[in-house]
T-cell receptor, first 111, second 114 residues
């Protein structure tokens, strides 16, 4: 069964605006990861947040993790047209098993 | 440090033929993962290998699909007697440690079955 589910499925914003994407998961985890995929390309790792962390930053990215709600959010600030891509959250299905990916959020940033 | 390499990038096969997809992991990585992605979908885990061993193949169809990661050379995902439903993008990823750690992805092989 799907471990991570992203919300919304698609998001369209103007350049300069912030974009927020959410991810919910089912079982307990030891980490949660966010990846980006540009059209026709492989996935690129963005950020990993461990279960004992609540917030993590990397450049214009901010990730939060709420283990009590089994949810995470990815915030991209001051978005650019180059941020247009699909964004996936991924978690181990249980323990230390390989990652399970959600269906992703398709972000379009309009210049 | 070269990233994960996959070849071919595009592969066209007729129904009934065999498809061989290759993946060279990032230097120093001994864990390889194969995923399949259908259009507008997320990635579906297929198989996890370490050198010469299949660790988890729970996502791989029991028939026609096989994977290997020999002591020398790339990992290979083999699909025998391909059908139209096998058309998809196949991605390989590698990691240096545990499977729950960060994975580094290749550019993918797009398989089209005519």
């Amino acid at each position: 069964s799907q471990q991570g589910e992203e919300d919304p499925q698609a998001l369209s914003i103007q350049e300069g605006e912030n974009a927020t994407m959410n991810c919910s998961y089912k079982t307990s985890i030891n980490n949660l990861q966010w990846y980006r995929q540009n059209s026709g390309r492989g996935l690129v790792h963005l950020i990993l947040i461990r279960s004992n962390e609540r917030e993590k930053h990397s450049g214009r990215l901010r990730v939060t993790l709420d283990t009590s709600k089994k949810s995470s959010s990815l915030l991209i600030t001051a978005s650019r047209a180059a941020d247009t891509a699909s964004y996936f959250c991924a978690t181990p299905n249980s323990g230390n098993t390989p990652l399970v990916f959600g269906k992703g959020t398709r972000l379009s940033v309009i210049a | 440090n070269a990233g994960v390499m996959q070849n071919p990038r595009h592969l066209v096969r007729r129904r009934g033929q065999e498809a061989r997809l290759r993946c060279s992991p990032m230097k120093g990585h001994s864990h390889v993962y194969w995923y399949r992605q259908l259009p507008e979908e997320g990635l579906k885990f297929m198989v996890y290998l370490q050198k010469e061993n299949i660790i988890d193949e729970s996502g791989m169809p029991k028939e026609r699909f096989s994977a290997e990661f020999p002591k020398e050379g790339p990992s290979i995902l083999r699909i025998q007697q391909v059908v139209r439903g096998d058309s998809a993008a196949y991605f390989c990823a590698s990691s240096g440690g545990l499977p729950a750690d960060t994975q580094y992805f290749g550019p993918g092989t797009r398989l089209t079955v005519l």
